[in-house]
């Protein structure tokens, strides 16, 4: 493998996104940084982890930042021809070739709310697809008191055969990186989105990100998080997301003073 690198894919109109077909059979409208995203989550998650296909797209994802690694890997197309005396007829052929191997996604609030301790759902139903959730005035935890807006981390997923080499924290790096110097990028504009629409009943009440980021992580990777700074919300609890344990983690990251756009 050479030297992976990262593409960046910005909120997207993914209409016409099929959810129940392959990245391969989509509308040639969808971007295909997206289509590269959801072909390494559909390998990692639907064949592995064994989630439908169709609940693994969702109605965050055309509102979401999405990252997408990449490997160049050579394979031989044609092998080396050699005549009965060992001398090289014809050489070896090989292309390189670009492919995605990991990706992450940052989902803006508003969010749903924290999922109930000891609960167990499946991701969105098929007719959940639409729109984002509206505001709302959460139940407090440990690190969340319920109001104040965060990026939602998610969908980190790395092909198998390429896990074990910083791909993952490459991912993460460059989504947290973005956050941090992107800091005003989803804060609502009142003129767009009204003010009662914002929860909002003056401008001091208008959400503003603030540096507080979220990931629901599978149990078994939290340690993962864990070492990218995220601590476990002890008040979120535990839940099932399609029969996989999950638990809430927080971190705040420094964005220094900055306010609306
Ligand atoms: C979790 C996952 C994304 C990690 O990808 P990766 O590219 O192997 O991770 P990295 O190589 O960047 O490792 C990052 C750090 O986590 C550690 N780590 C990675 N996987 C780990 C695991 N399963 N258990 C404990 N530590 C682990 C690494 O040792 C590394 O630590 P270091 O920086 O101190 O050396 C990958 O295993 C995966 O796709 N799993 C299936 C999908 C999944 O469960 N996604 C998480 C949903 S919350």
Same mark, same amino acid.
């Given at each position: ?56 797209? #969702? @109605?965050?994802? /055309?509102? %979401? ?9 050579? $394979? !031989? ?46 991701? #969105? @139903?098929?007719? /959940?697809? %639409? ?9 407090? $935890? !440990? ?47 009142? @003129? ?70």
């Amino acid at each position: 493998m050479g030297t992976p690198f990262v593409q960046f894919l910005g909120p997207s109109n993914l209409e016409g996104y099929n959810r129940k077909r392959q990245p391969s059979e989509q509308p040639a409208t969808i971007p295909k940084t997206f289509l590269d995203a959801m072909e390494v989550r559909e390998q990692v998650f639907v064949k592995e982890q064994n989630i439908p296909l169709e609940n693994e797209f #969702d @109605a965050d994802d /055309a509102r %979401s930042c999405h990252w997408v690694a990449y490997a160049s890997i050579n $394979t !031989t197309v044609e092998p080396e021809v050699t005549d009965e005396d060992g001398n090289i007829v014809r050489r070896k052929q090989s292309v390189t070739r670009s492919t995605p191997i990991g990706t992450i996604r940052l989902v803006p609030f508003p969010h749903a709310a924290h999922p109930e301790p000891g609960s167990a759902y499946t991701l #969105d @139903a098929p007719e /959940a697809v %639409s729109g984002p959730p509206p505001y709302i005035i959460d139940r407090p $935890t !440990t690190f969340h008191d319920g109001k104040e807006p965060y990026l939602k981390l998610g969908r980190i997923a790395v092909l198998k055969e390429f896990r074990g080499s910083g791909i993952a924290r490459l991912l993460a790096d460059s989504a947290i990186t973005w956050a941090r110097q992107n800091p005003t990028f989803f804060n609502p504009s009142i @003129a767009v989105v009204g003010m009662e629409n914002l929860g909002a009943k003056s401008v001091d009440d208008v959400p503003v990100w603030k540096g507080l980021m979220c990931v629901h992580a599978q149990e078994q990777v939290a340690k993962v998080w864990a070492k990218w700074g995220f601590e476990l919300d002890e008040g979120m609890g535990s839940w099932y997301e399609e029969g996989i344990k999950h638990v809430g983690m927080f971190r705040r990251v420094d964005i220094g003073n900055t306010t609306r756009q």
